[in-house]
């Protein structure tokens, strides 16, 4: 079965500080992969997604980047966090193709998340 | 262009009693819909999807939702709301079309039951 790992699950950085989050997908190969901030009270904001190594489309202008070095791995980082930074990341894939006996193609699957609180 | 427009962002509801969550999109193309419940500090967990099969859609934890063309809503409901049920719901499109990958995220809804 498929599995995705995002952590820490929480993290308390100093302004200014870089940032490295993690997230890896297990159980399938080639998969489409985002990385969303979720502001307190507010939906979900795509920040990057990933279509194959190396490939990575940004959404929004930021602090922010994205690097995708294995195909079931995908980071995001910063080399200085802001105030602004401080949100709920989530990692998630879905399935580029249909596999045989997989999970159906189109649906989008999610980690925990990360808390990330910038003081 | 495409959009989510979730139409409550709070729904209080006394336990046992129906729930109705209201989503309407707006896609070019044949689109998947979905409804995803976030419990707080979790990530989502997806509750049912339409993907242009039948237009009644059963779900997980007795919830449902229809796809009515018509009047482009997705509408999410439960016959009896249980307490388990407070966390917050996100209407979720993914466009038709080839080389869609995006999914657009509605800007949620958070349910509350009463006991």
């Known amino acids: 079965s498929q599995t995705i790992h995002q952590w820490p699950a929480t993290l308390v950085q100093p302004v200014g500080s870089p940032l490295s989050l993690e997230c890896t997908v297990e159980g399938t190969s080639n998969p489409n992969l985002y990385w969303y901030r979720q502001a307190a009270g507010r939906g979900l904001q795509l920040l990057f997604y990933?279509?194959?190594?190396?490939?990575i489309s940004s959404e929004v202008p930021q602090n922010l980047s994205a690097s995708r070095p294995q195909d079931r791995q995908f980071i995001l980082s910063s080399k200085k966090l802001l105030l602004s930074d401080s949100g709920f990341y989530l990692c998630?894939?879905?399935?580029?193709?249909?596999?045989?006996?997989?999970?159906?193609?189109?649906?989008?699957?999610f980690g925990a998340g990360t808390r990330l609180s910038v003081l | 262009a495409q959009s989510v427009t979730q139409l409550d962002s709070h729904v209080s509801v006394s336990e046992g009693t129906p729930v109705l969550l209201r989503c309407n999109y707006s896609?070019?193309?044949?689109?998947?819909l979905f409804w995803y419940v976030q419990h707080p500090n979790k990530g989502l967990q997806l509750l049912l999807k339409y993907t242009s099969a039948a237009t009644l859609v059963k779900g997980i934890n007795g919830f449902e939702a229809e796809f009515k063309k018509s009047e482009t809503s997705f509408h999410l409901t439960k016959p009896s709301a249980h307490m388990s049920d407070a966390a917050e719901y996100f209407c979720v499109v993914r466009p038709g079309g080839s080389g869609t990958y995006k999914y657009i995220f509605g800007t949620g809804t958070r349910l509350k039951v009463l006991a």
């Open positions: 990933s279509v194959g190594i190396g490939q």
């Open positions: 896609s070019s193309y044949s689109p998947s």
């Open positions: 998630a894939w879905s399935p580029r193709s249909i596999l045989a006996g997989g999970p159906a193609k189109n649906i989008q699957y």
